[in-house]
């Protein structure tokens, strides 16, 4: 069975370790924060200027003060801090962000990922995304397997306008987790129900499968 964003999310937060300093995109990578084990210390930390989002807060609690860099209302936890976005993206650049998390309207196999624009369609612009790939060390993507046509978003060649160039290292999509190594997807884990043949007919890039392939564990 495919899973579903929160069930993404769920099995993403298992790659945050203690300690970590996490930026979230927009979309499914917003929901790790839910997800994250009681017994480590993460921060996370958004582009528009906050270091310590915690979890969204239950409804009636919202502040409208306090939003991420998606505009959705936001927890702060004990000792999180605000500064402007200048700041912010220094950290970034800086490399002082550990892990970075975000969505991805296609992936290809050699670690490409677009996911700002389609063209044709209205869009506010790239926001901060530019910038994390291309500082990150470490970026992993939660995104669909395939699109509304059941065509697959893991290519050989991105088609969209491209965010960053060789900079993704691993997947979690709603069918599999995978790694990309030596410019081609290394199937790790697949989704409880799932075969791998139908991640295998749902990924049009070239897939490396070695051994038995473990279900996800949550």
């Not at 791998?196 to 038995?212: C, P, S």
Request: aromatic residues 6%; proline residues 4%.
């Amino acid at each position: 069975m495919a899973l579903s964003k929160e069930q993404i999310a769920q099995r993403i937060a298992k790659e945050v370790k203690d300690g970590y300093y996490v930026n979230l995109g927009i979309g499914i990578p917003t929901l790790v924060a839910n997800f994250v084990r009681d017994d480590i210390s993460v921060e996370f930390q958004s582009e528009n200027g906050i270091l310590g989002m915690g979890p969204f807060p239950f409804e009636g609690e919202e502040d409208p003060d306090l939003i991420n860099a998606g505009k959705q209302t936001i927890t702060a936890l004990p000792g999180a801090s605000f500064f402007d976005s200048a700041m912010s993206f220094g950290m970034i650049r800086g490399q002082h962000v550990d892990l970075t998390i975000l969505g991805a309207m296609e992936v290809s196999q050699n670690g490409d990922i677009a996911n700002w624009k389609i063209p044709g369609k209205m869009v506010k612009g790239m926001g901060g995304a530019m910038d994390l790939v291309a500082s990150a060390e470490n970026i992993i993507v939660a995104m669909m397997h395939t699109n509304r046509e059941g065509e697959s978003k893991l290519l050989k060649e991105c088609s969209l306008p491209l965010t960053g160039v060789k900079c993704v290292k691993k997947i979690v999509s709603n069918l599999a987790v995978l790694e990309i190594i030596d410019g081609k997807f290394h199937l790790l884990e697949r989704a409880p129900g799932v075969s791998v043949e139908e991640i295998r007919k749902a990924t049009e890039g070239d897939l490396v499968v070695k051994g038995d392939i473990i279900e996800m564990k949550f």
